[in-house]
């Protein structure tokens, strides 16, 4: 959620409501479920880990002050490590999803790229499983298991064609719309 959190800073500071509202918008309906207090509270941490600084904001008459958040020059050099990762021991597609918004939103990363990453360390993953699964001497119930991560990876990377497919067409759109 962090890493999530300053991404989403990474393209211009914004207060704890506009955040939720920019994640919630990027989930769908997904983020109907997002506490709005886990936003608050992540962005203490982060102003405590130096990722983050705050300066209150004046509001509006019917609205109190806020407080805006922009990332220090530590959370941008965070920002860019959790972007080129790729790790995937147990994908949490939500997230992955957020980092591909937060770099198109931002400017930050080609979200093409970052799932072309991706898939080649899912495919490394893959080749990895099923050399295991081949072996002869494997117990059946650990083929089992074997099999299982198998079908998992498979089901990831044809997820990740998915990505792949939308974030392309979304970028030959906008490129067409800039000509």
Request: overall charge positive; some cysteine.
């Amino acid at each position: 959620m962090q890493d999530v959190v300053l991404a989403m800073l990474a393209k211009e500071p914004a207060h704890g409501y506009e955040l939720r509202n920019r994640m919630r918008g990027a989930l769908g309906s997904l983020g109907e479920t997002m506490n709005a207090g886990q936003i608050y509270v992540t962005l203490a941490r982060l102003a405590k880990a130096g990722l983050v600084t705050s300066e209150r904001a004046d509001g509006l008459p019917d609205r109190p002050d806020r407080r805006v958040y922009a990332l220090t020059p530590a959370g941008q050099q965070r920002v860019a490590g959790w972007l080129i990762e790729v790790s995937w021991p147990k994908p949490d597609l939500a997230e992955f999803h957020l980092k591909l918004v937060a770099a198109a939103a931002a400017r930050l990363a080609d979200p093409v790229a970052l799932v072309d990453a991706q898939r080649r360390e899912v495919l490394r993953r893959l080749r990895d499983a099923q050399r295991a699964a081949l072996e002869r001497s494997v117990d059946p119930v650990a083929g089992l298991l074997l099999e299982g991560v198998v079908l998992r990876l498979r089901a990831d990377l044809d997820w990740l064609e998915a990505c792949e497919r939308m974030w392309t067409e979304r970028g030959r759109a906008e490129r067409k719309a800039g000509a």
